[in-house]
């Protein structure tokens, strides 16, 4: 069974453009959560989808943005690049969004803004 | 809101040693807990979970860890560590919200 894939795996983008990033989940699980790793600020939560609507945000500002389509696979855009937003971006998936439910990690797309 | 503290930042063992990995956790309902490991340039991968039930919960590659309810603590172990155990370890805790709070990340490093 194939597992969660991220594209691209390598993204160089200037200070203002915007990035764009892609997540297919795992087949048969509905839910995918977004995660943000940079030097310095660990992990942390950035967006959750299921059943394509947004259900959870983490502390992050607008012009962080995603969506979900109909097969589950999942968006993430980021507006207005800043050198800050520079880090390894982590999709998950997991079979429902209860906080029981193990989710399964992506091998990531790391942004490099400059 | 939840919030997971791992104690220590950098471990170092030798091989065949026993690992302890420290994990303290705070929640305001029943806590779900996780740990994943993730090797240089990967994504993470799940080592084990605790949702309800056994208080001690055995993961893969030989990894256990312990929910203690009066200490709030989720500490992972191992017996004896092996060369491919060096990786960063995270704690980490979900309710409710679904989302996974994690720890700053323990780096394991296993000496010959």
């Known amino acids: 069974e194939a597992g969660v894939t991220q594209s691209p795996t390598h993204l160089i983008k200037t200070r203002g453009q915007q990035a764009t990033l892609r997540c297919s989940p795992i087949s048969g699980h509905t839910s995918v959560y977004w995660y943000q790793q940079a030097l310095g600020l660990g992990l942390q939560f950035l967006l959750w989808y299921d059943e394509g609507e947004e259900r959870n945000r983490g502390n992050f500002p607008p012009r962080f943005s995603g969506r979900q389509f109909p097969n589950y696979s999942s968006e993430l855009n980021v507006n207005a690049l800043e050198l800050e937003d520079s880090a390894l971006y982590l999709c998950?998936?997991?079979?429902?969004?209860?906080?029981?439910?193990?989710?399964?990690f992506g091998p990531g797309t790391r942004l490099t803004v400059t | 809101a939840q919030s997971v503290t791992q104690l220590g930042s950098h471990v170092s063992v030798s091989e065949g040693a026993l690992v302890l990995l420290r994990c303290n956790y705070s929640?305001?309902?029943?806590?779900?807990l996780f740990w994943y490991v993730q090797y240089p340039n990967q994504g993470l991968q799940l080592l084990l979970k605790?949702?309800?039930?056994?208080?001690l919960v055995k993961g893969i590659n030989g990894f256990e860890a312990e929910f203690k309810k009066s200490e709030t603590s989720f500490h992972l172990t191992k017996p004896s560590a092996h060369m491919s155990d060096a990786a960063e370890y995270f704690c980490?805790?979900?309710?409710?919200?679904?989302?996974?709070?994690f720890g700053k990340g323990t780096l394991l490093t296993v000496n010959p």
């Open positions: 980490a805790v979900s309710a409710s919200n679904y989302k996974l709070t």
């Open positions: 929640s305001s309902v029943p806590p779900y």
């Open positions: 998950a998936s997991s079979l429902s969004g209860t906080g029981a439910s193990e989710q399964y």
């Open positions: 605790y949702t309800t039930g056994a208080t």
